[in-house]
């Protein structure tokens, strides 16, 4: 009897052995795309959160995640977050039974979750290998280099068994704005001034027109045969 236990605890631990050690085994990882950017003070900048090397429609399968996303705040401003693949649709929610999702941003960190309210099955069947998990939009405030680093509290499979992975991280760096060339600036100028003049030369010309014309009339009426139609200069 004694000896029947022993073996059952030593197959139910080489299971658990096999099943989590494949689990971990896998090629997955967790990356920012692009990792790298460089864009101009003002202009919001987005990142995407991608995970790979899950199962291609097998196991193992994304079945929740609890990520934080780190940044410098004198460069960066959380701004939003939109979850799913704006391809593939949001792999976490098949359209079934849905998830949950939550975002909660903090003094240069934002913390990111979706945890799946889908079969299994389901997860394991339609799931794809790789795909983006959030797109996370920030606004520029600063001039310099943000670091983007991911910390992951929670990885697990449909199953609900933690996931291994490697993990990327990433960087913004913020350049100032590019003022106008100063020979565009001149050229600008320089255009704007021509149609001030040109616009002033029409305006005298048509008010000398409209003089000349009501002198006309009234000498032609006054004196008709002294009226001569007028021949007038529009220039100033």
Same mark, same amino acid.
């Given at each position: 009897m004694k000896g029947t236990a022993t073996l059952l605890r030593v197959v139910v631990a080489g299971l658990l052995i096999a099943v989590c050690g494949g689990r971990g085994a896998e090629a997955v990882a967790v990356n920012f795309v692009p990792p790298v950017q460089d864009v101009a003070?003002?202009?919001?900048?987005?990142?995407?959160?991608?995970?790979?090397?899950?199962?291609?429609?097998?196991?193992?399968?994304?079945?929740?995640?609890?990520?934080?996303?780190?940044?410098?705040?004198? %460069?960066?401003?959380?701004?939003?977050?939109?979850?799913?693949?704006? %391809?593939?649709?949001?792999?976490?929610?098949?359209?079934?039974s849905g998830s949950i999702i939550a975002a909660t941003a903090g003094t240069g960190v934002v913390n990111i979750s979706q945890?799946?309210?889908e079969a299994t099955q389901d997860?394991?069947?339609?799931?794809?290998?790789?795909?983006?998990?959030v797109t996370?939009?920030?606004?520029? %405030?600063?001039?310099?280099?943000?670091?983007?680093?991911l910390s992951v509290n929670s990885l697990?499979?449909?199953?609900?068994?933690?996931?291994?992975?490697?993990?990327?991280?990433?960087?913004?760096?913020?350049?100032a704005a590019v003022p106008a060339p100063h020979g565009a600036v001149l050229l600008i100028s320089g255009l704007a001034a021509l149609a001030a003049a040109s616009r002033r030369?029409?305006?005298?010309?048509?008010?000398?027109?409209?003089?000349?014309?009501?002198?006309?009339?009234?000498?032609?009426?006054?004196?008709?045969?002294a009226a001569v139609a007028p021949s007038v200069d529009p220039s100033p």
């Open positions: 003070l003002g202009d919001p900048t987005t990142v995407a959160i991608e995970i790979s090397g899950l199962g291609d429609l097998t196991a193992p399968s994304l079945g929740s995640f609890d990520i934080d996303v780190n940044f410098n705040s004198g %460069i960066l401003a959380f701004a939003s977050v939109t979850f799913g693949d704006p %391809i593939l649709g949001d792999q976490l929610d098949l359209g079934v945890l799946s309210l997860l394991e069947d339609f799931q794809a290998s790789a795909f983006t998990l996370l939009t920030f606004a520029t %405030i600063g001039i310099g280099t943000s670091p983007l680093t697990r499979d449909a199953v609900g068994f933690p996931l291994e992975a490697s993990i990327g991280s990433g960087s913004v760096t913020v350049n030369r029409g305006t005298v010309g048509g008010a000398a027109a409209d003089r000349a014309k009501v002198d006309y009339e009234h000498r032609r009426h006054c004196h008709p045969l």
